[in-house]
């Protein structure tokens, strides 16, 4: 063995070839090479022959190393007065995974000139390679390649590839970020599907301006979409993404996202314009700006607000809409300050609400503003206390269709003081006084403009957690048995003349039972004196911890009528309905849960919901629920993903790509209406090197009318996705959905 010590290695990392940008995960490995530079040369042979200051010939098994660079050949040559290294037959160079192989390679080890000869490569990132015709090394910072390849297929019988990507030539520059392909074309099956004269292209993780692949779609409203984004990299903290589109129904729109980031803030604002909509009429737009930054001292403050340009909009362009409630649009402007244990707080609230005359809906009030302070004290032994205290200003704006409601001013404070006696893992004790003072200006014309009320409660809260081990079925487990009693006391104060502003019934389950009033916000307080009692058990595996079984039931008694509740009438029941819970994934591969509210003056189930998931495997997934709520609504929701078609690729004895057909859907029935809601319904297809996916989802709008879109996608493992993606529609739809393969780096 002979060790060779020079300036530089025989080779940094090698340098990558694909065409149109997919050289991402090489080019950066190659960056990090040239921290080599410094290293010793390692090279083993099975001969070593050469003169002093001149020349040194490996032959046989020869193994050159630097770091983590790795090159094999048959014969390596290096002449140490040009600096020219040169490898002949079955050359492999390695490193991190990433190979390159062909029959020579040649390089001036000083000023990195020298060529590759048709080099095949594969880098482990996006497990996917190719070939090229010539490497051409133009420095340390630059390369060429000539008619270079990229796929993450493997060749079928007749050398063809599921999809291949190929350009003329390749040029990578390291020193300017920047790397262009002339002449890129990208098949599938033979079929071109993109074909670009010149590109250019990132070669780092850092961003650079481009044209982003286009996407595509078709829905009944719209008709087909075609949508080609550009990326420009404004700045190191600035970009924006203008994405022209064509709707073939409704005319052109330009989409724009614009991002920023600051030491001190940071935001985005997204917009999307259709200047002349020939279906509806008009113009349309939708707008959606978020704002965040720090304040001095220790604060914070954001500003969030999306509006849209008519109330139709949600039916028609949803997808622009960002959010859970698509017809109610919050406008939101908010700071925060903390000072130990005391919260400053401040907010301007508004709503936009898309209205429909079929279906109207109430809108939120809006709060302009909301300012308010909040304080809690530990004074120790258990003993502990906190005040809130806010004053708000609460307008109501246009409802269109519905009545037009009061505005009001609002001052309340709230306050709490409790003491926990007891409070250790198996039992705790916790006594607790509390107050709800408000008082009112209401803009009405009755004579009750001015309302004020104080409202007292006593509560006592406490629970126990006993453990024993148990077997079943051949398995020990740890079961507990978890009772917990709450008494509440809050005297009847009238508040039927004054308005709900911020206030709402809680919905009836396990964490609202247990409180001390079944209203939210601050308008409501019921009156009160009762206790509510419940217990849980359940089994943990001794061995993981994880829960294998819960079981729940909890019910409430009043020892006097309750005149605020949340019907709106005074109710005489001692005895509220009984909640009834359990899940449990005792059974290999399922999960079961369940829920019901039940009345036992009318002997009947006032709410409830089973749910079932068989989950045996990876992408096998299929559950379904039935929710019933008495004389309001019934539903049974199923959703599932389950191969129709799994291939064995180890019996694939050429190696090219082999399919798996799976199939993906969800479905909503309303018993009560006889009618599906909405339904989501496609397949997906795993070819090994590339995945298609095409879904059809219907989303109800009305009783009478509904929308269909109709979503395609190609993923080329390693490269790129092309059409409109339903990955969000099948991940939001679909319990237990998984990809069918991860995201790996893409370039």
Not at 264 to 273: A, D, N, Q, W
Not at 373 to 391: D, M
Not at 539 to 565: H, K, N, P, S, W
Not at 728 to 746: C, F, M, S, V, W
Request: proline share 5%; glycine share 8%; net charge negative.
């Amino acid at each position: 063995m002979v060790r060779l010590l020079s300036a530089d290695s025989f080779l940094r990392r090698p340098a990558a070839v694909a065409a149109a940008g997919l050289l991402a995960a090489a080019c950066a490995a190659q960056a990090q090479g040239r921290g080599e530079a410094q290293l010793p040369i390692r090279i083993e042979a099975n001969e070593l022959t050469g003169r002093p200051d001149h020349s040194t010939v490996a032959e046989g098994q020869v193994e050159l190393s630097r770091g983590a660079t790795s090159i094999r050949a048959d014969r390596l040559e290096y002449r140490q007065a040009d600096g020219i290294a040169r490898a002949t037959g079955n050359v492999r160079i390695s490193r991190e995974g990433n190979v390159f192989t062909g029959p020579e390679v040649q390089i001036q080890l000083d000023r990195y000139e020298g060529h590759f000869v048709e080099p095949t490569y594969f880098f482990s990132a996006t497990q996917a390679g190719g070939q090229a015709e010539r490497i051409e090394f133009l420095g340390r910072d630059r390369l060429a390649a000539s008619n270079a390849s990229y796929s993450s297929c493997t060749p079928d019988d007749d050398g063809g590839y599921a999809w291949l990507l190929t350009a003329s030539r390749v040029t990578v520059d390291f020193e300017n970020n920047e790397g262009t392909a002339e002449g890129a074309v990208l098949r599938f099956y033979g079929v071109p599907l993109l074909a670009v004269p010149y590109l250019s292209f990132p070669v780092s993780e850092q961003r650079k301006s481009g044209w982003l692949p286009p996407t595509f779609g078709l829905d009944s409203k719209s008709g087909f979409e075609l949508a080609v984004p550009y990326y420009w990299n404004i700045a190191p903290n600035y970009d924006l993404t203008l994405t022209p589109t064509l709707i073939t129904k409704r005319g052109a729109a330009l989409g724009t996202e614009f991002r920023y980031l600051q030491p001190g803030f940071s935001g985005e604002l997204s917009t999307h314009v259709l200047p002349d909509d020939r279906v509806h009429g008009g113009t349309r737009w939708s707008a959606h700006f978020l704002h965040r930054g720090r304040l001095p001292g220790d604060g914070l403050y954001e500003i969030d607000a999306q509006r849209v340009s008519d109330d139709d909009y949600w039916k028609d362009l949803d997808r622009h809409i960002d959010g859970l409630t698509e017809r109610l649009l919050a406008g939101n402007a908010r700071a925060q300050w903390w000072h130990g244990n005391t919260e400053l707080y401040a907010r301007v609230q508004r709503w936009q609400v898309l209205q429909d005359l079929d279906a109207p809906i109430d809108s939120p009030y809006s709060r302009e503003p909301q300012l308010g302070v909040r304080h809690r004290h530990e004074f120790g032994a258990g003993l502990r206390a906190s005040v809130e205290a806010e004053v708000n200003r609460f307008a109501q704006h246009d409802q269109g269709v519905l009545p037009q409601r009061p505005d009001a001013t609002r001052a309340h404070v709230l306050g709490s003081l409790s003491w926990s006696v007891v409070d250790t893992p198996g039992w705790f004790l916790t006594p607790s006084v509390s107050f709800n003072a408000a008082s009112y200006r209401i803009d009405r014309d009755d004579g009750r403009r001015n309302v004020s009320r104080v409202i007292p409660t006593f509560s006592v809260d406490t629970g126990w957690v006993f453990e024993r081990p148990s077997t079943w079925f051949g398995r020990r487990y740890v079961q507990t048995l978890e009772p917990r009693l709450l008494y509440v006391n809050t005297p009847y104060r009238r508040q039927d003349d004054i308005p709900t502003f911020d206030t709402a019934p809680k919905d009836l389950n396990f964490t609202s039972l247990f409180t001390q009033n079944p209203f939210s916000g601050v308008d409501r307080v019921a009156d009160a004196h009762e206790i509510t009692a419940g217990a849980y058990t359940r089994f943990f595996d001794e061995a993981t911890g994880a829960e294998a079984l819960r079981l729940g039931l909890a019910q409430r008694y009043l020892f006097r009528e309750q005149r605020i509740t949340a019907e709106g009438t005074p109710s005489d029941e001692r005895f509220s309905d009984v909640l009834l819970l359990g899940s449990t994934n005792l059974i290999p591969d399922w999960t079961l849960s369940g829920f019901a509210q039940y009345n036992p003056d009318r002997e009947r189930t006032v709410r409830s919901t089973l749910s079932a998931r068989y989950s045996p495997g990876p992408f096998r997934t299929i559950g379904g629920s039935y929710s019933l709520v008495r004389n309001s609504s019934e539903q049974l929701d199923i959703g599932w993903q389950w191969p129709v078609y799994e291939a064995d690729r180890s019996a694939a004895g050429s190696g090219a790509c082999v399919g798996s057909l799976y199939s993906v859907g969800r479905v909503n029935y309303s018993m009560r209406d006889e009618r599906l809601t909405d339904t989501l319904f496609g397949f997906e297809y795993d070819a090994g090197c590339w995945i298609g996916r095409l879904v059809i989802e219907r989303r109800s709008i009305s009783r009478s009318d509904a929308a269909t879109r109709l979503m395609f996608q190609l993923e080329f493992v390693g490269l790129s996705r092309l059409g409109s993606s339903p990955l969000r529609a099948l991940k939001d739809n679909i319990p237990g959905y998984q990809l069918l393969r991860e995201d790996r780096a893409q370039p």
